[in-house]
């Protein structure tokens, strides 16, 4: 300590605890291990130890003025910035010693051992099942992610080594990844979570850690209000572990569980069905809140032709039991039929990008909003209505001419053709359309409360158009349609006010929708 004194300094001591302290007068206060500052007569100096132990003085004239200040009891500890307490860190590493490349050695073998297990992992089922599953036409699970999301959207895995490669200890029994792929990325500019099965293994079933990977994305998902795609093509739970698939609180029906709560909670969930999905693969689409299923591909059923055949003698074929066009046309649990995978991705993000401003917010568009006039001129508006109101029209001429490029992303097309409904843009504001467009039975009650229901959570304008609609006959009391017209009419609120449906909410799109 011989150059202390050349600093002014008498008697020295040294304080090992970490931070500042309000020292006595002629002592130097370690902030760290190599560095201080010292209180003398002269005032406040802040030093360097070096490696000979020799105190170097260091300038740092702004910090030191605020500790002048913290000493003579100016000022408390919390005038401190973070900035002041910031500082450059020395280099204490050796980069040429042989303690540091052993390190080295040994951690570049297990990144490689990582990147070469994730690798592996990647791959998804045997090259059997790969090109199994390609020979159908169909795209490999983590291709589907990849064209779901924005281009260039970084994909944030979730639980990649989920399942390892052989948890379970058999050959037979290897489940890579849990069989399916989570994460967040950008889908039309919205984050989102993904979760894929992956049918190249195992079908796509579930394996107890499967249930877990799958849990643990949609608590990720509930915490940060992410909506939800599920790419689905899954047989249900793996019949030789599905007692342990139930045993605790992360068990397999929570899955369902959590989607409703979500729903409720205004987080959207959105399926995407690309193949076989039956038994408890059935319920992700039964449960979510919009369903794309892809013709003479996938199909939903709890219990397939076999057991249907072994249970009641019948013989029934896939798209017959649960096809497309049957839950399209007749059970109404699927919303888009799409002709290939690609096109089943497309209608995906088409319906996030539907989705609009998260957290309840309307984006309403200012006077200097941009968006694109219809293609047919909305003054043919007024040759389209007929003089005689008992003639029926397509309401989709009148949509056509007052939606921004005449673009309309119809919402459960093939159910119910009486009642329209679907989402498009007025003036640079998103919203959501119902539109009577012929006889409304009971069961269109429940679509038009479907779209309400799709639509509620983003805030979005529903706007109603409507023509003639009686229906006489016994058909008119006999089918709950008084009561269900009931539940169709207060679909835009649902009760609670939150989904407004005046004109005047349309903004810029006023004038235009005055016209229709």
């Known amino acids: 300590m011989a150059n202390g004194s050349a600093l002014g300094i008498q008697n020295t001591t040294w304080n090992g605890k970490q931070g500042f302290q309000r020292p006595p007068k002629q002592q130097l206060i370690v902030d760290g291990q190599n560095s201080g500052v010292v209180q003398s007569e002269r005032g406040l100096t802040f030093v360097r130890i070096d490696n000979s132990g020799h105190m170097v003085p260091q300038d740092q004239p702004k910090v030191a003025y605020k500790l002048q200040q913290y000493l003579l009891g100016q000022i408390s500890l919390k005038d401190f910035t973070v900035q002041d307490q910031l500082s450059v860190l020395p280099n204490n590493v050796d980069t040429s010693s042989d303690a540091f490349k052993d390190n080295r050695t040994a951690m570049t073998a297990l990144v490689e051992e990582y990147d070469s297990l994730h690798a592996r992992i990647a791959l998804g089922g045997p090259e059997k099942a790969r090109q199994r599953h390609l020979s159908r036409g169909k795209m490999l699970a983590r291709d589907r992610v990849g064209a779901l999301l924005d ?134 689409p039964a449960m979510a809140d919009e369903n794309i299923i892809v013709r003479q591909q996938g199909t939903i059923f709890l219990a397939g032709p076999p057991l249907v055949k072994a249970a009641l003698g019948e013989d029934v074929d896939d798209e017959t039991l649960g096809g497309g066009e049957m839950h399209c046309t007749q059970s109404g649990v699927t919303d888009h039929l799409a002709i290939d995978d690609a096109h089943a991705i497309a209608l995906a993000r088409e319906a996030v990008a539907n989705l ?89 009650c429940t679509k038009g409360n479907q779209l309400r229901t799709a639509v509620q959570p983003t805030a979005n304008p529903a706007g109603v158009l409507s023509q003639r609609d009686r229906l006489h006959g016994r058909h008119q009391g006999g089918d709950g349609r008084n ?26 799109a006023t004038e235009r929708v005055t016209m229709a």
């Open 151 to 284: 281009a260039g959207s970084p994909f944030l895995e979730l639980s990649t080594l989920a399942g390892g490669w052989d948890m379970y200890g058999k050959q037979e029994d290897e489940v890579p990844g849990g069989g399916m792929i989570t994460g967040i990325g950008t889908v039309s500019g919205t984050q989102t979570l993904v979760v894929a099965n992956d049918p190249t293994v195992k079908g796509g079933s579930y394996y107890p850690i499967s249930v877990k990977k799958h849990l643990r994305a949609q608590q990720i998902a509930r915490e940060n209000r992410l909506p939800c795609v599920y790419l689905v093509e899954s047989g249900g739970a793996a019949l030789p572990h599905q007692a342990e698939v139930f045993p605790d609180a992360h068990h397999f029906g929570r899955i369902f569980a959590e989607m409703a709560q979500m729903s409720a909670l205004g987080i959207p969930q959105i399926s995407v069905v690309h193949g076989i999905s039956v038994a408890g693969g059935a319920y992700v």
């Open 483 to 508: 009561r269900q017209g009931r539940r169709k009419d207060g679909s835009c609120c649902g009760g609670t006010g939150t989904c407004p449906r005046s004109r005047s909410s349309l903004g810029a």
């Open 356 to 444: 609009g401003r998260a957290g309840g917010q309307v984006a309403v568009p200012g006077a200097q909003a941009v968006y694109d006039a219809p293609l047919y001129d909305p003054a043919e508006l007024h040759g389209i209505v007929p003089t005689n109101l008992r003639q029926p029209f397509d309401m989709r001429d009148v949509i056509a001419r007052i939606v921004d490029g005449s673009r309309f992303h119809e919402f459960k097309k093939l159910f119910g053709p009486t009642m329209v409904t679907g989402f498009a843009s007025i003036g640079g504001q998103q919203v959501g359309i119902i539109a009577n467009n012929g006889i409304l039975f009971s069961a269109l």
